[in-house]
Nanobody, 117 residues
Framework: QVQFVESGGGLVQPGGSLRLSCAQV????????MAWFRQPSGKEHELVAN????????YYPDSVKGRFTISRDNAKKEVYLQMTSLTPEDTAMYYC??????????WGQGTQVMVSS
């Protein structure tokens, strides 16, 4: 099963920016759609962005639209999430995965994003 390794999280002040990276390891066949999800403490995973193979089709929920940008490098089998204008509501563990999720998804270790002054 495909495994992912997320990185790039950290502590940032409100209004700050972070760039997350996701490396695909194990059975590293490129997937047509990839996505970033986040899981605030005590809550379910929620989709924050997805992107197709070519990179010309993306989706963002209203909560992050205009602030987050997803991109991918298929040669490196990596997916990125540029996050700007961060708010405390963006605090969560961030994960990448295929989209749509399989019925029993496997999650990487995630990368923690904390937005606080």
């Amino acid at each position: 099963q495909v495994q992912f390794v997320e990185s790039g999280g950290g502590l940032v002040q409100p209004g700050g920016s972070l760039r997350l990276s996701c490396a695909q390891v194990e059975h590293a066949a490129n997937h047509y759609f990839m996505a970033w999800f986040r899981q605030p403490s005590g809550k379910e995973h929620e989709l924050v962005a997805n992107i197709n193979w070519i990179g010309d089709v993306t989706y963002y929920p209203d909560s992050v639209k205009g602030r987050f940008t997803i991109s991918r490098d298929n040669a490196k089998k990596e997916v990125y999430l540029q996050m700007t204008s961060l708010t405390p509501e963006d605090t969560a563990m961030y994960y990448c995965n295929t989209f749509p999720l399989p019925s029993h998804p496997t999650w990487g270790q995630g990368t923690q994003v904390m937005v606080s002054s």
